[in-house]
């Protein structure tokens, strides 16, 4: 009796085993990098990067005031040191329509270029602003939006003289917040245990409980207006449709990582997931497969941001001046496993 339970514990545990492995993908590794490792003087993190209308043109942001500008997309890099004053300031987000730029920044810093970036005029923020600036939109001329981190959202159509509040109630202290191309936005709270939806005329935002026990790390939207998440553990989930709540399976990009992923996202069939020590995958299949990119394994950074401005350009942000660039004359013409 005591062997049948046994051996009826052991067959247990393999199908538990098996369970748990469902959608837990092996990331293989890319037939080529198409990412260019960029090292700046500085030993910022960085959080943020956008182009003027010439795609050459362009600006860089993160910790400790760090602003850094280009005219060569993004090859090369030129420091900027901005009179701001003896505060500690962490710049947190830019934006561009055109040649009017706007740059957002803790503990209340916001400020508007009409001339490409020659210069930068400080917008004056009350010291009652709910929360701290935690990310800005240029719109359209003399339009943009700002948020903070408590989920206040303002409107601004005559460059930031006034601003209109968009949404009545806060949402709490977030870990980050993202924005849709049409408007809608998504909170993580502080502690990763629910999420925050916000769509334009609402007047509160609406709470969210995650869908399984991990906490969440990261969420975002895919340019057709669907949601991911990043949830603690390394795994990932997509929505189906646009209905905020409508999961997905949980994705395991890598089964036995021990470190988290940080941000997550898309470039043309492409999904491209970034995180802490130099970790880089991508999946051209909605997720169900995924690339290493092994070359940049031994990059001394966490990788925190990826941005694509267009179709031509890709950066992946991290720490101590490290920014990776797209390069698509090196971009793998298929993806393969390397021999």
Same mark, same amino acid.
């Given at each position: 009796m005591n062997l049948l339970l046994s051996k009826l514990k052991q067959f247990i545990i393999v199908i538990s085993v098996g369970l748990l492995c469902v959608s837990c993908a092996v990331a293989t590794s890319l037939s080529s990098n198409p990412w260019d490792v960029i090292t700046l003087d500085t030993d910022a993190t960085f959080a943020d990067v956008a182009f003027t209308d010439d795609h050459n043109h362009g600006w860089l942001v993160g910790t400790k005031a760090s602003l850094f500008e280009t005219l060569?997309?993004?090859? &090369? !890099?030129?420091?900027?040191?901005?009179?701001?004053?003896?505060?500690?300031i962490t710049f947190n987000g830019v934006s561009f329509y055109g040649e009017e730029g706007w740059i957002s920044g803790e503990p209340f810093i916001l400020l508007h270029t009409v001339d490409g970036g020659k210069n930068w005029e400080r917008i004056p923020l009350s010291d009652q602003l709910p929360g701290a600036p935690y990310g800005v939109t240029a719109l359209a001329p003399n339009t943009a939006e700002m948020i903070t981190n408590l989920g206040a959202i303002y409107k601004t159509t005559d460059g930031g003289k006034n601003w209109k509040a968009l949404v009545e109630g806060a949402v709490g202290v977030a870990r980050n917040v993202s924005r849709s191309p049409s408007g809608?936005?998504?909170?993580?709270?502080?502690?990763?245990?629910?999420?925050? &939806? !916000?769509?334009?005329?609402?007047?509160e935002w609406t709470p969210h409980l995650r869908n399984s026990s991990r906490r969440l790390q990261n969420m975002g939207f895919f340019d057709d207006e669907r949601l991911w998440l990043i949830a603690r553990g390394g795994r990932i989930q997509l929505t189906s449709s646009k209905d905020f709540e409508d999961w997905e399976d949980v994705i395991t990009p890598e089964y036995s990582t021990s470190w988290g992923f940080l941000d997550l996202a898309t470039h043309e069939d492409e999904i491209w997931l970034a995180g802490g020590s130099?970790?880089?995958?991508?999946?051209?299949?909605?997720?169900?497969?995924?690339f290493k990119d092994r070359d940049v394994e031994?990059?001394?950074?966490?990788?925190?941001?990826?941005?694509?401005p267009n179709s031509d350009q890709g950066f992946v942000l991290g720490q101590q001046g490290i920014v990776l660039k797209y390069n698509p004359d090196n971009a793998p013409p298929e993806f393969e496993e390397q021999a």
């Open positions: 060569d997309g993004g090859d &090369t !890099w030129q420091e900027k040191i901005l009179e701001l004053g003896d505060e500690k809608k936005y998504v909170a993580v709270s502080a502690r990763g245990n629910f999420y925050s &939806t !916000w769509v334009p005329g609402d007047t130099g970790n880089l995958l991508v999946s051209n299949d909605s997720g169900l497969t995924w031994d990059v001394p950074s966490n990788l925190y941001r990826i941005v694509f």
